[in-house]
């Protein structure tokens, strides 16, 4: 396993996951440390099952009847809650839509880290061998010299459509190894990083949701489902309320009950050495300040209780970043001091980076929500176990461009 520093009060904060960066990039070290590290994590996909990845069982069978039959139709409904949620977010959070890339540099270090271990779709171009590109993960970092690329005065941020790929991310109903989300950063002061101004940007971006929901709801004749206000609550207090629950329990415990809940506190590690509450990259949330409440972190997930697949459901991740000092601290907890001689990182801690707020809200994840789809591969072109593929035909649920192919079984799923 990784090497773990000893455990003390100013390293319980070590993101176990992104300790893996220390290890050789062996594929099968890779999936040993990911069976270390999603036994903690707050995911959905069963590993031990072979169709680990279908909907819940009472979706199957019967038990569930899509929105849309009609794709044209759903098509233009798809396009309806992605065009009606952008220019919310435009216009509650003060944001500017600008073009993203989509790959950069490995040398760089503007992709995102995520977790520390996923391992990133990479080519050469042909004409200039030696030189590595990225699909990125998120745009995390590159938003932020994007702010200051852009001018971006304080107060004002931008949005961007940003189209990725996860290579090691789960394959399952609520996950897809190609990613599409709103990718959004805010320029805000230093004094800006507090739990406060995270919590009202939390409620901006709700507000443009709840509002997303309704529009869509009117048009499609869909039943509304989300309270008009958002719940906050922290990992610290669910761990000490809920001590033996699963990172999942607790999200859904929170979620039943309060149908929409923000969750405070993500990356880091509990005093037994245990993920807090999933991991965080080191460069870009900060997860380690103290709060008033006496917790850590700046930063959080926007979960919702899905109605169709009767769990919590996350749609966003969001917080306010790293500033010079934070940055160092967290490189150093995670064991990859050597991050800070990349060129981002060398711009944030010379000042050149403004301060900021951001996160990303997945676009597909969105639609399932908003479409009542029982699997995300319903509101995406995506690919996904085909044995499932075909179990899930079966029984009337249509994934996206898949099981089209009967009399060629190696395209079945292509």
């Not at 970043?321 to 990349?342: G, H, M, S, T």
């Amino acid at each position: 396993r990784p090497h773990v520093k000893s455990v003390t009060k100013s390293t319980i904060f070590l993101s176990a996951v992104d300790m893996a960066t220390t290890a050789k990039p062996q594929q099968q070290v890779t999936h040993f440390l990911f069976s270390i590290v999603l036994a903690t994590m707050a995911c959905t996909l069963n590993r031990d099952d072979p169709l680990g990845g279908l909907p819940p069982k009472h979706c199957l069978d019967g038990g569930y009847k899509p929105v849309f039959t009609d794709k044209l139709l759903l098509e233009e409904a798809l396009l309806f809650c992605k065009t009606t949620l952008e220019n919310n977010l435009k216009e509650n959070v003060n944001l500017v839509r600008v073009s993203a890339p989509l790959f950069v540099t490995r040398a760089s270090g503007f992709n995102d880290n995520l977790n520390g271990i996923e391992r990133p779709a990479t080519f050469e171009p042909r004409d200039f061998p030696g030189t590595h590109l990225e699909v990125p993960f998120s745009l995390a970092k590159w938003k932020r010299w994007a702010l200051h690329y852009y001018g971006v005065e304080a107060g004002k941020g931008i949005v961007t459509d940003f189209r990725g790929l996860r290579c090691d991310d789960d394959v399952d109903f609520t996950h897809s190894l190609y990613v599409d989300q709103f990718d959004w950063e805010k320029h805000i002061s230093p004094e800006d990083r507090n739990v406060e101004y995270l919590k009202s940007t939390v409620k901006s971006i709700y507000k443009a949701l709840y509002d997303t929901e309704q529009a869509v709801c009117e048009k499609y004749g869909i039943e509304p489902f989300l309270p008009e206000e958002v719940t906050f609550a922290t990992s610290d207090d669910m761990i000490r309320d809920h001590p033996h629950a699963t990172p999942k329990q607790r999200e859904n415990i929170l979620c039943e009950k309060h149908k929409a809940v923000f969750f405070i506190g993500i990356g880091g590690l509990k005093e037994d050495g245990q993920l807090r509450h999933d991991g965080r990259a080191p460069d870009y949330d900060d997860w380690i300040t103290e709060r008033p409440d006496g917790g850590f972190g700046l930063n959080g997930d926007l979960l919702v209780w899905n109605p169709v697949l009767k769990q919590s459901f996350e749609l966003s991740s969001m917080g306010i970043r790293v500033n010079p000092e934070v940055l160092l601290k967290q490189l150093d907890l995670c064991n990859v001091p050597e991050r800070k001689n990349f060129v981002w990182h060398k711009m944030l801690l010379d000042g050149t980076l403004p301060q900021t707020i951001g996160g990303g809200i997945g676009q597909s994840r969105t639609c399932q929500f908003l479409l009542r789809a029982c699997h995300i591969g319903e509101v995406q072109h995506g690919w996904y176990n085909p044995a499932e593929v075909d179990i899930l035909k079966k029984d009337g649920i249509n994934l996206l461009g898949l099981g089209e192919f009967d009399a060629d079984p190696s395209a079945k799923s292509s």
